[in-house]
């Protein structure tokens, strides 16, 4: 048994680190991405250095929409902060009555970082997996990206109501960075020394356990299937054969019919179950074969054909359920056997507990999580999913307002599996002279980008501008919608897609805002088509991603939380 011995094997950051290579000594200059330089990968980052991106065209060939805004007062600043963390939150949409209700609430870190202070940027839910881009602060452009695996999250009771701080809870108390927290992880290592052979021993019962189980499942699915041939073909033959085996094989009802009933049945048994072909041992003993006409003798051997293949059927399908049933019952006894082991090692597990449940908690979130090294993340809001590639998008946008001329757009292109990046690239977005920031970026189920900027062209206000294009290995190219969309919000917080709407949507505080993909690609926006959302949080809106369902999951600060609506999101 390998015991622990460092607390700091208790953070996340190394219990649950995935995706990292190898240490080198030095970094690669060109990849402008990891914080430090062991985190370097081996090869450098594949690199797109382009000169102006944006394709050339007049402003005036834009039709900015000026449909009618909902009553909205926009907030800039001051805004509400949580400090009851059980007070659980419902935002109602003003425009459309329907609401955001808290799913979760953030810890101040995880524990990837002594910088952390609960500084979330952005999320997405892609992969069965929620990502969320944490940020170590305004002006340090550094974090780390965070992956929980939904299916271990639903698991641990995440999913479910009444859980809402349950992530806020454990990584507080194994806070590594804090005194009480180290004292907590101490208890944690202890804890997993004296568990290691149970749980090793309970893993690989549970694998024996779901084996036997699905055996079980199996066989009995086999038989049913066999019975049901044997149903089907019967049904067939008596369909078929309907007058014939009225004619030939039923009895008449006199004293003589349970004599011939018994008579078949010891004949059958003398043959040793074996399935006959003499139309004797299946025929009435009042009809006498050989009397019969040529032409009758015929239909009968084909009748009897028939039946003997409903008989063939049957005796395959009895030694079949007997056969299967007997391994069902040894799978069943290993069954009992392992769900006695398994509850042994759980009594074992739950002695070492001593009634603390985080302790087990934080074992299983440890498992199921994944956290990047430290990155250069720029201010973060950029944090988007490809899902034609299944690919992550961040840019390292340390500038909010506008570049220079000299400034590019820097953009890392991850594996949302390991995390890892893949692909740089750096380009300007030059339009009449001014070099233009990305700050937001979102793709749509084909793989095109998106990016959105809260200006008009010829300085005009209340106007959100969405630019159209793609990013390959060879080429970054974009192009301006042709509609400019009347903007009812603050700040731009986050661009995001959803694949059950087929709707771009612009987020800002409190402010959601948003169009159909083929309209705004097409240039055919209608002021019908722009739909907004608008709530009464009073908080600061970092982003907004979308389950299967499309329902929209909101992150907001501060302090972090994620909540979910309780509708699809238009």
């Known amino acids: 048994m390998k015991k622990l011995t460092k607390i700091a094997l208790t953070a996340v950051a190394a219990l649950s680190l995935v995706g990292v290579s190898t240490p080198i000594m030095s970094a690669h200059a060109d990849s402008n991405f990891f914080v430090h330089n062991w985190d370097e990968p081996k090869n450098p980052i594949p690199q797109t250095d382009q000169g102006n991106a944006m394709q050339n065209y007049n402003d005036n060939d834009l039709q900015v929409m000026r449909n009618k805004l909902p009553k909205f007062k926009p907030r800039w600043g001051h ?73 271990a999250l639903e698991k641990m009771g995440m999913m479910d109501n009444g859980n809402q701080n349950l992530l806020l809870n454990i990584f507080s108390y194994f806070n590594p960075y804090t005194d009480q927290g180290r004292q907590n992880n101490q208890q944690f290592v202890d804890y997993i020394n004296a568990t290691a052979d149970s749980r090793a021993d309970m893993k690989k019962s549970t694998s024996q356990l779901q084996k036997a189980q699905t055996e079980v499942k199996n066989g009995k699915d086999l038989i049913n299937k066999s019975a049901e041939n044997y149903r089907k073909v019967s049904r067939a033959y008596k369909h078929k054969y309907a007058k014939e085996i009225k004619k030939y094989f039923n009895v008449d009802k006199d004293k003589n019919n349970d004599r011939v009933r018994n008579n078949r049945k010891q004949d059958m048994k003398k043959q040793n179950h074996k399935i006959s072909n003499n139309p004797k041992d299946y025929l009435a003993k009042s009809i006498n074969f050989k009397q019969l006409s040529k032409a009758e003798q015929r239909k009968v051997r084909k009748l009897i054909s028939a039946r003997v293949a409903v008989k063939k059927t049957f005796h395959e399908y009895k030694l079949l359920r007997d056969k299967v ?176 709407t087929d709707r771009i949507y612009m987020v800002s505080n409190d402010m959601v805002t948003s169009v159909p993909v083929d309209k705004l690609n097409a240039g055919t926006l209608k002021s019908k088509d722009v739909h907004y959302n608008a709530f009464n949080s009073g908080r600061e809106w970092e982003g907004l991603t979308f389950d299967g369902e499309g329902h929209a999951y909101a992150l907001l600060l501060w302090r972090g939380e994620i909540l979910r609506s309780d509708y699809v999101l238009e």
């Open 79 to 151: 805004y509400k902060h949580v400090r009851n963390t059980n007070e659980f939150h419902t935002y109602n949409d003003s425009a459309n009555g329907n609401s955001l209700i808290t799913k979760w609430y953030l810890p101040t870190g995880f524990n990837v970082s002594p910088e952390e202070h609960g500084n979330y940027q952005g999320i997405v839910m892609a992969n069965n997996s929620i990502y969320l881009l944490e940020s170590m602060g305004t002006g340090a452009n550094q974090g780390a990206i965070i992956r929980f695996k939904l299916d």
């Open 325 to 500: 049933y007997k391994q069902i019952d040894q799978s069943k006894a290993k069954i009992a056997t392992l769900q006695q082991k398994i509850s042994s090692d759980q009594d074992q597990i739950n002695k070492a507990q001593n009634g603390n449940q985080l302790l087990g908690q934080y074992e299983a979130v440890t498992d199921s999580v994944e956290a990047s090294p430290l990155i250069n993340i720029g201010h973060g809001q950029t944090m988007s999913y490809n899902p034609a590639n299944n690919h992550l998008y961040l840019a390292q946008d340390d500038k909010m307002g506008d570049f220079s001329n000299d400034d590019k757009n820097q953009i890392t292109e991850l594996d949302a599996d390991t995390l890892q990046p893949v692909h740089q690239y750096s380009f300007k977005l030059m339009h009449n002279g001014q070099n233009l920031g990305l700050h937001t970026l979102a793709f749509d189920k084909q793989g095109r980008a998106y990016i959105g900027v809260h200006s008009g062209p010829n300085g005009v206000k209340k106007a959100y501008s969405l630019y159209i294009g793609l990013l390959n290995n060879d080429k970054v190219s974009f192009r301006p919608a042709k509609q400019v969309i009347h903007w009812a919000g603050s700040w731009n917080q986050n661009l995001t897609y959803n694949p059950v």
